[in-house]
């Protein structure tokens, strides 16, 4: 069994930054790939940032330049750093983690930006 435990939401002012974390324990072999993802009220959820074992990072364009991904393997951490944080960014953040093919899910995180 696989948890993902996540961290570092909140409330922000548009403009300001929040680090988000995430950990994944239990039976673990090889994490193929972790990232965030975010879902609005009356929206999908969508893809933030995701990065492999071999540290290649994907993007969602909203979110280029203003937001770092950063992965420890040893650790099985998932890090996003967002910064310039806008009103839209406003979401429940997930993380996720693909492991030997099966997807797995943290319980969300809320990030509030006021503007």
């Known amino acids: 069994q696989v948890q993902l435990v996540e961290s570092g939401g909140g409330l922000v002012q548009a403009g300001g930054s929040l680090r988000l974390s995430c950990s994944a324990s239990?039976?673990?072999?090889?994490?193929?790939?972790m990232g965030w993802y975010r879902q609005a009220p009356g929206k999908q959820r969508e893809l933030v940032a995701s990065?492999?074992?071999?540290?290649?990072?994907n993007y969602a364009d909203s979110v280029k330049a203003r937001f770092t991904i950063s992965g420890d393997n040893a650790k099985n951490t998932v890090n996003l750093q967002m910064n310039s944080l806008k009103p839209e960014d406003t979401a429940v953040y997930y993380c996720?983690?693909?492991?030997?093919?099966?997807?797995?899910w943290g319980q969300g995180t809320q990030v509030t930006v006021s503007s």
């Open positions: 239990g039976t673990i072999f090889s994490i193929n790939d």
């Open positions: 990065i492999t074992s071999g540290g290649r990072t």
């Open positions: 996720h983690a693909l492991i030997w093919g099966y997807n797995y």
